[in-house]
């Protein structure tokens, strides 16, 4: 039996990074992790407790009670995928909405989030056979991943794909606020302090502005394959 390797997939947001690391998990057998959505889970708790709005930001109140907040992946089959659950409940529609996507970025800068996240996340990839995807994965989480990706897309194909995505799911929702929550997105992701959102030097570069999926996953996967194979 061949090795199992780590599976990096760093990138802008909406690149599609999750649709590919979960193909590409379900192919190999490996498990799939969305950093993003411990993220976004933290900031929902954040809005439930009240610390973070549209105006103010209790960062100390937020650090002080970060021990309250347990994250789990739970495996769906009907999915095929595992989903966010914060604190014993699923919040994985909650998470992906206007509200939660608007303040995530604030509390991904915070050191002491990044911190409980990274450790969590690196026990789960302990064993390796992991495809993660999130912004700092093969610069912070794995910076051994055998295969590092970093995907990028022109902010209004991202913009659009999140569009079409959120009135799939019935969201009311307008393109243009979502195109610019997307460039907010990439300038507080690639110019916070802590773990910002760089290209590793090993990473390959991704762009699939202009690529149907099934490429994409094509190329991915014989990536992936030609790695393994050499293990
Ligand atoms: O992948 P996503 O759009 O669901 O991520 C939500 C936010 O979380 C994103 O704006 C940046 C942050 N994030 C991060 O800082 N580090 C990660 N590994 C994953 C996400």
């Given at each position: 039996m061949k090795k199992k390797i780590t599976i990096a997939i760093d990138g802008y947001s909406s690149t599609g990074k999750s649709t590919i690391a979960k193909q590409l998990a379900k192919q190999l057998g490996?498990?799939?992790?969305?950093?993003?959505?411990?993220?976004?889970a933290v900031t929902l708790y954040a809005m439930q407790q009240k610390f973070i709005d549209a105006t103010h930001f209790d960062v100390n109140s937020l650090i002080a009670d970060?021990?309250?907040?347990?994250l789990k992946f739970i495996y769906n089959a009907k999915k095929g995928f595992a989903e966010m659950y914060l604190n014993?409940?699923?919040?994985?529609?909650?998470?992906?909405?206007?509200?939660?996507?608007?303040?995530?970025?604030?509390?991904?800068?915070?050191?002491e989030v990044r911190k409980k996240l990274v450790a969590q996340q690196q026990l789960i990839g302990k064993g390796k056979g992991v495809v993660m995807d999130g912004r700092d994965i093969g610069t912070v989480v794995f910076k051994d991943a055998e295969l590092k990706l970093f995907m990028t897309a022109s902010?209004?194909?991202?913009?659009?794909?999140?569009?079409?995505?959120?009135?799939?799911?019935?969201?009311?929702?307008?393109?243009?606020e979502i195109l610019k929550n997307v460039q907010y997105r990439d300038h507080i992701d690639s110019t916070r302090k802590d773990s910002p959102l760089t290209k590793a030097k090993d990473a390959i570069?991704?762009?699939n502005s202009n690529m149907r999926l099934e490429e994409q996953f094509e190329r991915i996967y014989n990536l992936a394959m030609e790695i393994i194979a050499k293990k």
């Open positions: 490996y498990i799939y992790v969305d950093t993003g959505a411990m993220y976004r970060l021990d309250n907040i347990s014993g409940k699923n919040v994985e529609q909650e998470i992906r909405g206007m509200e939660v996507s608007k303040l995530v970025s604030k509390i991904a800068t915070i050191s902010p209004e194909k991202r913009a659009f794909r999140r569009y079409k995505e959120l009135l799939e799911r019935g969201d009311n929702v307008d393109y243009e570069d991704f762009d």
